[in-house]
Structures are given as structure tokens and as C-alpha cells.
């Protein structure tokens, strides 16, 4: 499996070379990272409107000399996450968590190759929530909700790693962020996958990655599971990928593709360009779509899919306003890995609006505090519509499977109808001081969807304070 990663690597850093010589219907989880910067950079999807990135992961160096330990950081992460959900009007779920992530990324031996190793040991305590919370707080090993657990504690990650050249190979338990397998950070605590990734910068302004994972440790669980997808809840034995992304000073072009082994082949496609008089006037214009088909033994019954999404956005000083249309051209959901923010479409911000034959269209401003002379601060206002048809050919097979089924049956008619969200988010990141890289958020929405769509009516607030520890 590592051979075939490192031939693809090798087949991408020949098109470096030439390129060099040449003249993103389970529960949905709602914006943009919790640990942002205060200016908003232009982004080719969405984005899960609850998550977090990956706190403290950096690019990596390799010394001269061996420094596996003087260049080794450790790091610890304090989240309090509180959450009221009401679902259909009837019952409130509520979770509230604190939760603690302790990061140790060790420095590289010196050589023409370097070693390492990454840990990460997480910890939670129950603040409250019962057995209705489900993963808002802790789920069991058999999948009912933990309401006796109040604190747990796992190795969140674990990796071994070795970087050659400009590229860095790490197999183990990690936080993976790409267009398939993004960790859906948006907890307590984050889901990490198990597997092989590669990741590096080539000449010319190109990142190459590869990787292939086969478990994942989800939110609110202690202990490994199999992989599965998101809406049809067929089991994946193995996801394996591959992307390249050119990047220039005006925009950036991606192109990947993905294995779920026996369920699907996706190609994905994404551009981004901006042009305008000034960065704080400037106009941003995006594209990306899925091609997704069968693969193998077609666990998921035969999958034609496509769906794409067009955006543009205006920089207005330090704030931005931006419309999206969004489409799924099929009669299938686009479907993605349970545990990961896996559409990087625009339109991803609550609900996904992948429902089969769907069309959405979004409008979202984001004011940025630095034009009110409150740098650090910002705040976003989204507004989503979406529409869906029946499918043509009715409930895919294996229309027996209780998760699939559901996803396209809903109040006894296939899944079609109307929906839409309504949301905010304001956010706060300290700058100075003692406090500086503490942050805070608010968020408050409201979805609503008619009868036969598949996504239920939700009114949802939550708040989150991350506290950044520096240890060395």
C-alpha cells in the first residue's frame, strides 16, 4: 500500500517538473473554524458551520542536525462545548462537555530522511446530557447512549512519521483534512482516522497528497470502528485517495479522486480565482463538483452521481458577501464517510442539500470586527433554500437496509420537498495579552423542512470557548 503511494508521488513530482519548466440522513451538525483569523480568506466550500480545525498542526521541518526532541512541542487544548437541540418541536436534547486535548508532535531526526513520532491522549467530563444526548456527549461501545459515563479518557492519536525532501509520510490514528476525509470537528472532542497519509509541496506551487484509511474513532466514542457512509450506512473497508492542488497568487486549482472500496469511485474538481483593484475590493469566483460511480461489489446498489456548485464573492474592506447555487444532477444523495465533512460544496453550512435532484442557493455575509475597530471579532449571517424532486427510479437497492431505506422514504412518500436554514454565528479570538489565542462562540439556527424532505425541523444554540495551553 505504501509502495503504491510512493509511485504515485513520484508519477506527481514528474508533472511537477514539467509544470516548473513550462512558461468541504444522519443528524446534520452545523460555521466556518471556531479558531479562524479575523480576516476571512476566500474557501471553495461552505464549510460545517459548527467546526474547529485541527488546533495545533503544523507544517514540519526536518533540522539539519537531529533535534527529535529540542523541536518537539506539546500542546493542550481546553474545549467547553454546550449544545441545546430541539428537534420537530418535541424534546430538547442538551450536552455539555468539557473536554481536554493533549498534543505532542515531535521534532525530526536530522539525515536525508527524518523520523518522528505524534501522540495525543483526549479527555472529556460530563457536564450534562443523558442518554438522548447521543454523541453530543458519549456513546457505548454498542452504540446506546452513555448517560452513566461522566468522564472518559483515550488515545486520540497516535503516529509514526518520516518526512524525505519536501514530502511527510505518517501512519497511525490522526486528524486527516482533505476533500474526502475532513475531521468533523464540531464537538467536545474531534473523530481521527486510522491509516497511511502523504503529504508534501513540490516546485511550482504544487501539494500533492495520498492516503489510505480503514477505521475511524468517532465523536463521543472511546474505541475504533469501521468505516461507513454517511446517509447509506454501508460499511467501507477501506477508503484510499489522491490529489494534486496548483496554487498561484490569483486562485488555486484542485483535482482528487477516492476509492470506497466495493461502494464508490469520486473524482472531485474545484477552482478558485480572484481579481479586483485592491484586497479589500476584490471579487472571488469558485467552482467544484463530484462525478461519484459504483465500484466493486456495489454495496450501495448502483450509484450515477453528479453535483457541482458555483459561488462568487465580494470583499468589502475586511467583511464579505457571497451567493451560491448548488446542484445534485441525480436521482442518488451525494454521499460522503460518516464522521467527516466530506462535500466541499458551498452550500454545506447546516444541512448538506444533497438530497437526490436537488437545487439550492445561499446568501452569507460575514462581517469582520477589523472594519468596526473591533479586530478579533466577527460574525456571520447565512440564509440556504433548497428544493429537491422524487427519485426517477424510485428507492435505490438494497432498498432493504434500514439507513438507506430511511433516507430515501420519508412520511410515506420518497424524499422530495422544500427546506431551509437560517443562521449566526459570532466569534471572538483574544489577541494580546495573557488571554491571546482564547475563543469563543455563539451559535444560533433554525432549519425547517417540509413533510417528505429528509432532514427534520431543528432550532439548535451552542457555545464554545477553546483555551490554548502552551506546555513547551
Known sequence: MIGALLTTVASLSALAEVHASAPEAPAYDPVPEMLAAATPTPRMRGGDARQSPPPFIAPETAPAPPRVLADSTLRILLRNYRDS??????????????????????????????????????????LDGDGASGDMVHVDRDGDGGEKRRAWAYMGGYAVKARHGGMLLKYGLQQVENVFLESKDNRALPPTFRGVTLNGDLAGGINVEAGSVDAVSPRGRTGLVGLKTAYGGTPISRLDYGGVNLTSASGKLSLYAAQARDVWNQLFVAGRHSFGPSEAAQWTASAAAYVTRDQGAGLQGT?????????LARQIGASELAVSFQHVMSDQYLDYVQEANGLYLANGMVADYNAPREKSLQLRYTANGADFSMPGASVILWGIAGRSKSPRAGVPAPFDAGTWRDAYWRGGAPVHGNHHELGLKASYVFDRGDVKGISLAFIALAHRGSAHYVEPGEREYRFILNVPLKVF
Open 85 to 126: 437541540l430541539t428537534i420537530n418541536g418535541h424534546g430538547t436534547q442538551r450536552g455539555w462537555v468539557q473536554g481536554a486535548q493533549a498534543n505532542f508532535v515531535s521534532g525530526l531526526s536530522g539525515g536525508e530522511t527524518g523520523v518522528g513520532v505524534d501522540a495525543a491522549l483526549f479527555g472529556a467530563v460530563k
Open 303 to 311: 450509484i450515477g452521481g453528479k453535483a457541482y456548485s458555483l459561488a
